[in-house]
């Protein structure tokens, strides 16, 4: 039997309430991070356009004048010339649509741009909360709405999803019990091992929507907790019928932001309705939506095109407008794709009434979202040729690209109705990058890149600290001083505070020996620690108690299980053999 020269009396309980989620565990991953890049100075000024519904916009006509841009520096905008910027056919449509509902609803323009309460309220974590970071980036406005796009028109390539590990099981207190076998001896198994969550790629996914309602598996992301071991674990030769089992580890629990990376070769850009998807449609076995009104693209799409047994992947992303850079249209949503792509054709709507116009205001969106994605090779492509409108303006439209600097080389007519010019295109394109020279692999080191489970560390039992706390609060004590709280900050002792099952005596009573062989009990006394102070561990509190004897231990663990009506588990009768001899 041991003797103690100091104890606890056992009160303990959770320290924090168990519902209470950390906001987020793990630290955040490298390139997985949101998109703020929102500019304090827009050199465009843009409107909130409203979509027009689908397949109607044959019917609408502009009402109210387009949005006057003032672009200072892009080349090739409108106003380089001095000139006022012309009126883009599909822009004067939209605003049109939105002075339209203004009038019918006397009120403010619609705002398509926020999310309804509903949504918001989807978005809130388990706890109720709304993860802090979102606020500090400003996404949560200060009337607590969101801005958010229609959910419809918004690409799923991030998402913030709630992960948590399984607990281990708990281990099992049994004895074998036979006839003709006499004591028996402990049987009682281990818990199972808790589950880890993984995620896993699927190349099919092109977008993060399944994650909006569940969570998906992969890398490895959390592992699961360890198993509770029964009490046939616990035999040794000093005690060969322990009367105690172990609670299960507790799996850990996250917040984690996903972001769709697509690793394209070139990004296919342009203004809604110039015919992207239909060009990767053409080169490439992929099966857009097409469509004759802006937006019908609202996720990007890969595809892959073989030609001169080479393959080059292609993405088509949704069409930009003015005002993208600041997130106006599908902005943000996929302008980073861009960003990721090697080089870009830029296609030119040859039935737009200003294709060189909308050239400009594009390159100038592109480069307020961020100045390298203009640097980048660009190859423009002036489609719908076959029209006769297109292929009559064709050649001025060359020149006036060219006056404004652009290589003649880079500058292809096509149709990606007819096919015409198409090869050629797909073969310039395809030189570029190989003059670029291979790409560059980016290796990502982050937690995610674990694919399998990391053998397990033991923490070291001496590697803890102790800090002390006062509480304000009545004198008291030997000391007369006011109580103190006790913290014993240790991965080793927070982990076997949460795994030591209370209902046990014998449990508690391993507990309180490891303290003291640990040296846990002596670094209290010697910092001064007084009957009725509070010892932290983990989780878990307890109040000390100088009352060294194992009886008293005892008895304070009893009424501690009474007043939790929590049931008593272990030997059916304690002690057993001779009653302890309380002091
Ligand atoms: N005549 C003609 N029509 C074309 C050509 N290319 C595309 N179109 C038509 O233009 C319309 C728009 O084509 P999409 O490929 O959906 O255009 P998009 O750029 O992907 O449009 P968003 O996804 O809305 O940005 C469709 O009706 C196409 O059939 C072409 O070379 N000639
Ligand atoms: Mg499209």
Known sequence: MHSFEGGFSMSHRLHLPQHQLPQVLLPPAPGVRRCSRRREAPICTATPLSAPPRGTEQQLSPQ????????????????????PPKAKDWSARLLSV??????????????????SGRKQQKLRGPDGLVPEELA?????PEGGRRKRLPAEMRCFDTARIYIKAGNGGDGCVAFRREKFVDNGGPAGGNGGRGGNVWAVADEQLNSLFGFRSKVGDRALLLVGGRPGRGNESFKTHQNNAPAFAESGEEGGEAWVDLELKLVADVGIIGVPNAGKSTLLSVISAARPKIANYPFTTLVPNLGVCAQDFKTTVFADVPGLLEGAHEGLGLGHEFLRHVSRCRALVHIIDGSSPDPVGDWGAINLELELFNPAIKDKPQVIAYNKIDLPDSGEFWEDVREELVAKGVDPNSIFPMSAATGQGISELVRAVRGLLDAMGPAKVEAETDALNLTRVPPRRDARLDDYTIEVEEVPGKSTGPQARPPRVYYVDGEAFAKFAQMTNWSYWEAVRRFQRVLEVSGVNASLKSRGIQEGDTVVIGDTDFEW???????????????????????????AKWPRGPPLKRS
């Open 64 to 83: 109210a004048p387009p949005p006057q841009s003032e672009p200072s520096t892009a080349a090739g905008s409108a106003s380089s010339s001095g000139q």
């Open 98 to 115: 939105a002075n339209k509902r203004r009038q019918e609803t006397k009120g403010p323009a619609p705002d398509i741009f926020a999310g």
């Open 136 to 140: 500090e980036e400003g996404e949560v």
């Open 545 to 571: 108690s100088d009352d060294q004897s194992e009886g008293a231990m005892y008895d304070a663990w009893e009424a501690d299980m009474r007043a939790r009506g929590q049931a008593r588990q272990g030997a």
